[in-house]
């Protein structure tokens, strides 16, 4: 008589799941601190959400998007709207620039290489990174205006402080989390460091520097408007103006030049993400 023998998963031993809170569980108790958080978020703010969807408050401002939504056309405002988008824009771009070669400058140090690199600078770096996009750009904007006045030099240099800190510490990022192989290779043929961050680690994480480069110039674009309300020229400037005269019209035409100029600069950066994907 033949034997049966028994099937491996006869022998498996069915377990219940684990249970949706267990005292031992770290991540457990983060999400239920989190979870704490939001409710004493909004236990202490004084939420008038009653008021706020009150139908006089939609009336309000259904009157207030509807001036809003009939801009300014005349010719000699739009002459005068062309040259504040040209100095947005440049803001931008001339602000990201300097922020990328500072936070190349300043990820080098604030990053460990590889296991048996001391890095000395990287706790001294990575304070001077934590201090430079700590403080916001309207901020910088207004010490920046003592030194260097009204105008577009001040904005500029906001942008290019602030983004060099948030792009300095997602560099050193970046670097430090990029496959050892490559490096590892070179260095144990005796490859000076420089040499070796040239040609295997840079290559690695050039596609993802470029993307955060992007990603923070289009910050840069909305950022660059708002810093105009402080004096530092461009759109923001123009739109405090009228805002502060209460001319509907032409704020709105300065906030649809806003959203033209963003929309062209994301379709830029996301052209130039699909290119370097392929």
């Known amino acids: 008589m033949a034997r049966i023998t028994p099937s491996p998963a006869a022998n498996e031993v069915y377990r219940l799941p684990p249970p949706l809170f267990d005292a031992r569980c770290r991540a457990c108790w983060v999400v239920a601190g989190i979870i704490a958080l939001v409710v004493a978020s909004f236990w202490s703010l004084d939420l008038q959400w009653a008021r706020f969807l009150s139908l006089e408050s939609l009336r309000r401002m259904g009157r207030f998007a509807a001036e809003l939504a009939t801009p300014a056309l005349e010719p000699a405002f739009l002459r005068q709207l062309l040259p504040a988008v040209l100095e947005t824009m440049a803001m931008s771009v001339v602000g990201t620039l300097l922020a990328v070669a500072a936070a190349l400058l300043l990820a080098l140090p604030a990053s460990k290489l590889h296991a048996g690199d001391p890095a000395r600078w990287r706790a001294p770096t990575r304070l001077v990174l934590n201090a430079l996009r700590s403080v916001p750009e309207l901020m910088w904007a207004a010490l920046l205006l003592i030194a260097a006045g009204l105008g577009p ?99 709105g035409s300065v906030l649809a030049a806003m959203i033209v100029l963003v929309g062209m600069v994301d379709g830029a950066s996301y052209a130039a993400r699909r290119a370097m994907a392929r």
């Open 153 to 251: 030099l001040a904005g500029t240099l906001a942008l290019a402080a602030h983004t060099a800190g948030v792009l300095g510490r997602l560099f050193a990022e970046a670097i430090e989390n990029a496959p050892q192989g490559p490096a590892f290779a070179l260095r144990v043929r005796g490859v000076p460091e420089g040499r070796v961050f040239l040609h295997a680690t840079l290559p690695q994480v050039l596609p993802q520097l470029v993307s955060y480069t992007l990603y923070r110039w289009e910050n840069n674009i909305r950022a660059a408007a708002i810093l105009g309300v402080v004096g530092a020229g461009g759109l923001g400037q123009m739109l405090a103006f009228h805002l502060g005269l209460f001319q509907m019209a032409e704020t």
